[in-house]
């Protein structure tokens, strides 16, 4: 045997070694007993159900299944069973701050590094599994790719958190979201890490390539943050370019005219329901077009009473006018007030976030159709509709369970009691148990999509 031969033969051991022990993870099984079941998408639930859960996917659904012998039994019979929550529109890696930065995010980007900004999204995402978030859509302002950085952690198993969509950095015409200097623009050193310049078709394609060679999932683009915003011919350009690296495309959109011609274009996703009318609404939902609205309520910490009664009135009229509406949220921000008012205890990004039901309770909206946004609608606005969010046979096991019924009673999802990420359990009797997705090393593979 030369060298090489060797060589070749201590590989093919390796990598046997690593399928037997693939093989071996892929055939554990776990039996949940779920008192109730819900299908958001039909806004009903069934009583007493098994789910059969093989390696990380659901392998079989219904009342009366034989539990095979040797499988792990986790018994939810007291409790409501449901597929894991999705914020359609968040941002990880951003934490603006009163102090030092007087609420001025562009401080955040030039005081805070790419590894330090890639660690609190990493924290950001264990609070938000926590509070039964599976799926978050990171749409932007994550400094030099540290959503892509977080999404390739979470899919090789380092650490848990929930399935991340990122997009890489907003594309926007010249400035992108901010007024840069000319000492910052021309050096284009410190304003770059977190908007790519893109003007012409030429640099539109160009910089929607970048994003997805360094492992963006999803493209975001500023329609309309300068009066030198895209016109409906770059946002097809930008969809069709996208679609080629499997993304599809959300538009930021703060002013009627630049709705008007991400509608027109037929994008995927508009971000922000505050520019958006009762006409824009009836496009949107004849077109199909998911509104990522961020609907912010108004807490101690966050929000004033006349922009919130805006918000409720607008998310209302989305909803008579059928728009695909998600649960989204904007949130990249903290401050000193973010306490329980009665524990004294610092409130997690989870519970933050999942606070903003109480813009969707303001709004009147039935807990059935929150839940189908929370969940249906955030999948389908995610594009993993496919691989994750039904609880049937052959999808990703991501799965909570609450007390009560958030069927009826929304606030049901405040309190989450038990989460299960890729078919691992991640909290159990309402405390966090993640020592099983810590890992010393990228023990999975990414999920088979043509980038990294
Ligand atoms: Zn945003």
């Known amino acids: 045997m030369n060298k090489l031969s060797r060589t070749s033969g201590f590989l093919l051991a390796l990598v046997l070694a690593g399928t037997i022990t693939a093989q071996s993870q892929t055939t554990k099984i776990t039996a949940i007993k779920a008192g109730r079941l819900i299908d958001p998408e039909t806004g009903t639930a069934a009583g007493n159900q098994v789910i059969l859960v093989e390696g990380e996917k659901i392998k079989a659904v219904g009342p009366d299944l034989a539990i095979p012998a040797g499988a792990t039994i986790i018994d939810l019979a007291k409790l409501t069973v449901l597929p894991g929550l999705v914020d359609a529109h968040t941002h990880m890696a951003l934490t603006y701050k009163e ?16 590894p330090l900004r890639a660690i609190e999204a990493a924290s950001n995402g ?20 540290a959503d892509t950085a977080l999404r390739q952690a979470l899919e090789q198993g380092w650490l848990p ?20 200097t000319p000492e910052m623009y021309k050096e284009h050193n410190i304003v770059f890490p977190e908007y790519i310049d893109a003007d012409s078709p030429a640099e539109i394609v160009k910089a929607i390539r970048q994003n997805m060679l360094f492992g963006a999932r999803t493209i975001k683009l500023c329609i309309d943050c300068k009066p030198w ?12 370019e996208a679609a080629k690296g499997d993304c599809k495309v959300e538009g930021h959109v703060q002013t009627p005219d630049g709705a008007q011609r991400a509608i027109d274009a037929g ?6 329901g505050n520019a958006l009318t009762p006409e824009h609404h009836r496009q949107m939902a004849e077109k199909g077009i998911f509104l990522a609205g961020t609907d912010t309520p108004f807490t101690k ?13 607008k998310l209302r009229d989305a909803w008579e006018k059928k728009v695909p509406l998600t649960f989204s949220t904007d949130f990249d921000y903290w401050n000193e007030r973010m306490k329980d008012d009665k524990t004294g205890e610092w409130l997690t990004r989870g519970e933050m976030t999942i606070a903003f039901l109480d813009t969707w309770k303001a709004a009147n909206i039935p807990a059935r159709d929150v839940l189908h946004a929370i ?39 405040r309190s989450v009691q038990f989460v299960m990420k890729n078919g691992m359990v ?27």
């Open 99 to 114: 102090q030092p930065e007087n609420n001025y995010y562009y401080l955040t980007y030039v005081m805070e590094s790419s």
């Open 126 to 145: 264990i609070q938000l599994l926590n509070s039964g978030f599976t799926v978050i859509r990171d749409v932007g302002n994550n400094a030099m790719y």
């Open 161 to 180: 958190g929930p399935t991340v969509i990122p997009s890489g950095p907003i594309i926007g015409s010249t400035g992108g979201q901010l007024w840069p």
């Open 229 to 240: 915003g895209y016109s409906v011919d770059d946002i097809r350009l930008a969809i069709s």
């Open 267 to 272: 994008i995927y996703i508009i971000a922000h």
């Open 301 to 313: 910490y966050r929000g004033s009473e006349a922009a919130f009664k805006v918000t409720v009135a």
């Open 375 to 413: 969940t249906i609608n955030g999948y389908k606005a995610a594009d993993i509709i496919k691989e994750r969010g039904p609880i049937k046979p052959g999808f990703f096991a991501d799965l909570i369970a609450v007390s009560g019924d958030p069927l009826t009673d929304i606030d049901a999802l």
């Open 426 to 452: 991640f909290k159990k009797d309402g405390v966090m148990t993640p020592e099983k997705f810590f890992h010393p090393g990228p023990v999975r593979t990414p999920n088979g999509r043509w980038t990294r």
